[in-house]
């Protein structure tokens, strides 16, 4: 029985890892995108250099405004 629990145990701390490195991935890609549109890219631009449509990057964006605080996890707002 152990060595099922193990597998699961195994399975279950890769796949936590994999969401923590797209989490990684994906904060980069949103910093890469705020920091050229402060620099006046268009939007199309870096919706095409994101492969993303202009509703997506949009959105994306848009969720970027409340993330979670590094200390207890509740929503905290970018100001």
Same mark, same amino acid.
């Given at each position: 029985?152990?060595?099922?629990?193990?597998?699961?145990?195994?399975?279950?701390?890769?796949?936590?890892?994999?969401?923590?490195?797209?989490?990684?991935?994906?904060?980069?890609?949103?910093?890469?995108?705020?920091? @050229?549109? $402060? #620099?006046? %890219? /268009?939007?199309?631009?870096? @919706?095409? $250099? #994101?492969? %993303? /449509?202009?509703?997506?990057?949009?959105?994306?964006?848009?969720?970027?405004?409340?993330?979670?605080?590094?200390?207890?996890?509740?929503?905290?707002?970018?100001?």
């Amino acid at each position: 029985m152990d060595k099922y629990l193990r597998n699961i145990w195994s399975a279950s701390a890769e796949l936590e890892m994999i969401q923590f490195q797209t989490d990684q991935a994906h904060d980069g890609l949103v910093q890469a995108m705020c920091e @050229a549109m $402060a #620099a006046r %890219m /268009s939007p199309a631009d870096v @919706a095409a $250099a #994101a492969n %993303m /449509s202009l509703s997506e990057l949009f959105d994306t964006l848009r969720r970027r405004s409340t993330v979670p605080s590094a200390e207890n996890n509740h929503a905290v707002h970018d100001s």
